[in-house]
């Protein structure tokens, strides 16, 4: 590492003053949003100290963890040179599943009055089947009929928007939040792992991670994650190396639908009260962390470490500007830019390399 | 007589016929998401240098 960077420098000594001027605005615009965030992380720590106390670093990371699941999901069907755009509503719905049949048994306003107490994986496996249905329609569509993803995704967006409204005025619940949620089911989630400085770690962090690891096994320890590059980076010569496209595109969105199946499942209990508004604008957090932590939209190119690396960015950012107490609106315009500038610089990147 | 060996065996090796090489002549699809983008480089670095310095302005701003 340190003769490589010795070996750089010498690279950098050597040329001449052109070249050199070229190399750092390079530099500098590929490494733009690293150094604005580095920036403000420091800006922030100066104006609100208590930014980076222990505290609101574990709250940092339990946010992470809580929006990890999501962004592995739609990292996969980046890689595939496409997008997900039905992450967050899918989320919502299996959220408003979850906690519907997770209320507990003598809630007043319980949705389903008569249902029996429910065993935890039994709703958990359903919100699975629920996102993996979901992530096979968007799959299927995408593969076998040649739609693109964006178009797919947008149009499951609000059919899965539509089946969450509907499915709010079931029971007694005739559309409001669902609440009151299982002792259960909200220690299962939220109970405490371990505290730090008498900061208490939520069980979900560790779900978080147990995903996360599971992911990246999944991406470089199987065939289907080469696949999965392969295809991402050129469909047909994947296929003619007997890679299976079709079955490979339709996997990717099954499992992005199972990611957002138990994001929804640790999202129900984590908020505690969950209506039709929940999961919405997920996927564009996803979408900007993946971007950020280098899944290029050019296909093939994508890392679980940079993903994590791009989640815990953004937390931080966010949270940071919370402190700054910035307004909510300005927040959404900065999480606009922030994917802008991000997929500037890696359109840069693919021309300056083609 | 070695010698001899080495030039059949040469000539063994590149006998390759047309119909063993395959045809691959496909191209990998070009930008992906970015489709045939012809966006200059000029402007992208307009975008990013804005972008960023629009982010610091509010930064900035943000607490008087």
Known sequence: ?354 | MEKEMEKNIEVEDIEITEKEVPELTFKKAEGGLYGDAKIPVKILDGIIAGGIIFMLIILFSSVA
């Not at chain 1, 959220?95 to 709703?123: G, H, R, T, W």
């Not at chain 1, 947008?154 to 005739?174: K, P, R, S, W």
């Not at chain 1, 590059?229 to 499992?255: D, M, Q």
């Not at chain 1, 508004?277 to 932590?293: K, P």
């Open chain 1, 1 to 354: 590492m340190a003769g490589r960077m010795k070996t750089r420098m010498q690279e950098i000594k050597a040329m001449d003053a052109k070249d050199k001027r070229r190399f750092w605005k390079e530099t500098l615009l590929n490494n733009s949003l690293y150094i604005f965030i580095v920036i403000a992380i420091i800006y922030i720590q100066i104006q609100a100290p208590g930014f980076l106390a222990p505290a609101s670093i574990i709250n940092i990371i339990s946010l992470s963890a809580a929006a990890m699941p999501l962004a592995l999901g739609v990292a996969g069907t980046i890689v595939l040179t496409g997008t997900d755009l039905s992450a967050g509503r899918c989320v919502g719905l299996t959220a408003c599943v979850s906690a519907s049949l997770l209320q507990m048994s003598d809630y007043a306003n319980k949705m389903f009055p008569n249902l029996p107490e429910i065993p935890i994986i039994v709703v958990l496996l359903a919100v699975v089947a629920i996102g993996a249905i979901a992530g096979l329609v968007n799959g299927f569509s995408v593969a076998k009929f040649g739609l693109h993803p964006f178009i797919v995704t947008l149009a499951t967006q609000l059919i899965l928007y539509g089946i969450v409204l509907i499915y709010l005025m079931n029971g007694n619940n005739n559309g409001q939040a669902i609440s009151g949620l299982d002792e259960r089911y909200t220690s299962f989630i939220k109970g405490t792992l371990f505290t730090i400085g008498g900061t208490a770690v939520p069980m979900y962090v560790l779900y978080g991670i147990l995903l996360t690891a599971l992911m990246w096994v999944i991406w470089n320890k199987t065939a289907f994650g080469k696949n999965m590059f392969a295809v991402g980076s050129n469909p047909e010569a994947a296929n003619v190396s007997g890679v299976n496209v079709n079955r490979t595109i339709t996997g990717v969105f099954v499992l992005a639908g199972i990611m957002y199946g138990l994001s929804g499942f640790i999202e129900a209990a984590r908020i505690g009260s969950n209506s039709a508004s929940t999961g919405f604008n997920y996927e564009l957090d996803g979408i900007a962390a993946c971007v950020i932590g280098g899944v290029s939209f050019v296909g093939g190119i994508g890392k679980i470490s940079g993903i994590v690396l791009g989640v815990l960015i953004l937390k931080l950012i966010f949270t940071g500007l919370n402190f700054l107490s910035v307004s909510v609106n300005m927040i959404y315009i900065i999480k606009g830019i922030i994917i802008l500038v991000a997929c500037a610089i890696d359109m840069r990147k693919y021309l300056v390399r083609k």
